[in-house]
């Protein structure tokens, strides 16, 4: 009586189990719709505030050529120990 039980679950369950596994592991591995619109999305703020922020430097630049040097943070703190011991 046990073959009759067990003959269906290894032809018919087992193989079944395997393939649905598969295609969940196969979904969940694709970007939806929705993700490449988000990612599409993501891509061009991120190309428009780098061009906000080439814009912004070549500004700066511009009025000061040495504004980079002000903002390192090793000079900065040279600075301030210097302003602090006067």
């Known amino acids: 009586m046990e073959p009759f039980f067990i003959v269906p679950i290894v032809v018919i369950g087992l193989p079944w189990l395997i393939f649905h596994y598969i295609t969940?592991?196969?979904?969940?591995?694709?970007?939806?719709?929705?993700?490449?619109?988000?990612?599409?999305?993501?891509?061009?703020?991120?190309?428009?505030?780098?061009?906000?922020?080439?814009?912004?430097?070549?500004?700066?630049?511009?009025?000061?050529p040495d504004w980079r040097q002000h903002c390192l943070p090793e000079q900065r703190s040279e600075r301030r120990m210097l302003t602090d011991g006067e």
């Not at 196969?26 to 061009?51: F, I, M, N, P, V």
């Open 24 to 64: 969940k592991w196969k979904q969940a591995a694709t970007l939806t719709g929705s993700d490449e619109k988000l990612l599409d999305e993501l891509h061009d703020a991120a190309r428009r505030l780098d061009d906000r922020l080439c814009t912004i430097e070549r500004i700066m630049t511009a009025e000061n």
